[in-house]
């Protein structure tokens, strides 16, 4: 079965250094993933998706995410993090199941930026 | 613009009351979600519907039901059933295209049992 896995709950980061936000999946077969930020009682909005077509994916607001399969990791990247970048962030695997396209979440890594 | 609206964003229910939260989307997507959302614990599926007059229960549907009589529309009740209905609730809407699977969202409704 799907599932992902965020290694951790909480990253804090000071303004203008890199941002790792770290994703383990398991899945049977090449998955299809993606990673969603939430602001603070806001919906979710997608940042990336990987479907195959290459390893390292580019998102929105400079973030980016490698697929490595030998390792099944999904991490997420930025090269220098803003104060607006302070949210929670998704990774999210997707499961195909009874003709339906299901995702299933992680359960989130809260990110917090300092000046 | 499109997207989808939730209201009310803020909802307070004695215990044994029904509440029924509102989802509206004018993307003219065919498929609309429920999750419930718990700090620490990421988005669990509640219901799902592909096309009208049709809705499927998700991982955790008891206590929940749904309406699905118009495509703009997929209500969400909590009933007095649910024994833990303090969350918050996001609805989505996406195509059902081959391959399609990204999801936009509302801006969520949070519900407090008093």
């Known amino acids: 079965a799907q599932s992902v896995t965020q290694l951790d709950s909480h990253v804090s980061v000071s303004e203008g250094t890199p941002v790792l936000l770290r994703c383990n999946y398991s899945?049977?077969?090449?998955?299809?993933l993606f990673w969603y930020v939430q602001h603070p009682n806001k919906g979710l909005q997608l940042l990336l998706k990987?479907?195959?077509?290459?390893?390292l994916v580019k998102g929105i607001n400079g973030f980016e995410a490698e697929f490595k399969k030998s390792e099944t990791s999904f991490h997420l990247t930025k090269p220098s993090a803003h104060m607006s970048d302070a949210a929670e962030y998704f990774c999210v695997v997707r499961r195909f199941s009874g003709g339906y396209n299901k995702l299933i979440f992680g359960a989130g890594t809260r990110l917090a930026v300092h000046p | 613009d499109g997207g989808i609206t939730q209201s009310p964003k803020y909802l307070f229910r004695k215990e044994g009351q029904n509440v029924t939260l509102s989802c509206e989307q004018n993307l003219n997507h065919d498929a609309m979600y429920w999750y419930r959302q718990d700090p620490g614990q990421g988005l669990r599926l509640i219901y799902y519907?592909?096309?009208?007059?049709?809705?499927q229960k998700g991982d955790i549907a008891e206590g929940y039901s749904v309406s699905r009589e118009k495509k703009e529309s997929f209500p969400l009740t909590v009933t007095s059933a649910q024994k833990n209905p303090t969350a918050f609730y996001l609805c989505?809407?996406?195509?059902?295209?081959?391959?399609?699977?990204?999801?936009?969202f509302g801006a969520g409704s949070r519900l407090t049992v008093l």
């Open positions: 989505a809407s996406s195509l059902t295209a081959p391959g399609v699977d990204v999801l936009t």
């Open positions: 519907s592909q096309i009208v007059n049709d809705f």
């Open positions: 990987y479907t195959s077509a290459a390893t």
């Open positions: 899945s049977s077969y090449s998955p299809s």
